[in-house]
């Protein structure tokens, strides 16, 4: 998930994605916002969690939950890593105190994109982009520890949604910029998100590139099939 593939007739080849983070429990990770928030926290601010100070997250388990997972965290146990944005919507959506647990698929970033109506700002968190072993790595955690501190500071969820949104679009731009191609294509199942898809398509503009967009194949796994037939041909 969340990777900038650079695309040749040929072939293609990965130039970037999103530094990964474990998914404690796997599937049930995708079910329970509240678990990949705390994956988030571990990676960012290490297994002592004080300097957290009284998040909605942690408030969201019990004693012995939280010893498990965190031991589960600790020895990378029953936990693969990924680099889903999904997943890093589920954790921001939890962090804020929005959704702990989800009854369907993308409820926690359906509901923290419903968050960003009405609100006007074009700020953004901070991040990272270094060269790593297969590529450019997108680094989320300076964003993390900056929205710990809205919370704590009670910046609105609104506001904070926005920022995350915003930041997202402009890890786009960064990564297109270092890589110098032209044509930027948007795809997969976060670019359902109309906040995230009409702002990053003004950004990508804004910057001199040449934003493309589903118009009648969707986005997410509706278009994979179609993915696989159009690279096939070219086989």
């Given amino acids: 998930g969340r990777e900038f593939l650079r695309i040749t007739q040929t072939g293609f080849e990965r130039v970037a994605h999103l530094r990964t983070f474990q998914l404690p429990g796997g599937e049930k990770a995708v079910k329970e916002p509240r678990r990949v928030a705390l994956s988030i926290l571990h990676e960012t601010f290490g297994a002592d969690l004080d300097e957290c100070g009284d998040l909605a997250v942690l408030r969201a388990f019990t004693d ?14 029953r936990s693969p890593r990924t680099s889903s944005a999904g997943r ?14 989800c009854r369907f698929e993308g409820q926690a970033a359906m509901e923290l994109e419903f968050l960003t109506h009405q609100i006007e700002t074009d700020a953004s968190y901070s991040f990272g982009l270094s060269q790593g072993s297969d590529g450019r790595v997108i680094d989320w955690a300076e964003m993390v520890r ?10 609105s969820n609104g506001v904070i949604a926005a920022k995350f949104h915003n930041t997202l679009v402009e890890m786009m731009v960064k990564v297109a910029q270092s890589c110098g191609e032209e044509k930027i294509v948007l795809s997969g199942g976060c670019f359902q998100n109309r906040y995230l898809t009409e702002r990053a398509i003004k950004r990508l503009r804004d910057a001199g590139f040449r934003p493309y967009w589903h118009q009648r194949v969707p986005p997410n796994d509706g278009g994979i099939a179609l993915g696989q037939v159009a690279a096939v041909s070219r086989m």
């Fill in 88 to 101: 890093l919507f589920d954790a921001v959506a939890s962090i804020i105190g929005l959704r702990q647990m």
């Fill in 146 to 155: 900056e929205i710990v501190r809205d919370v704590h500071g009670e910046v």
């Fill in 64 to 77: 012995q939950e939280r010893r498990v997972l965190d031991g589960m965290l600790e020895r990378g146990l």
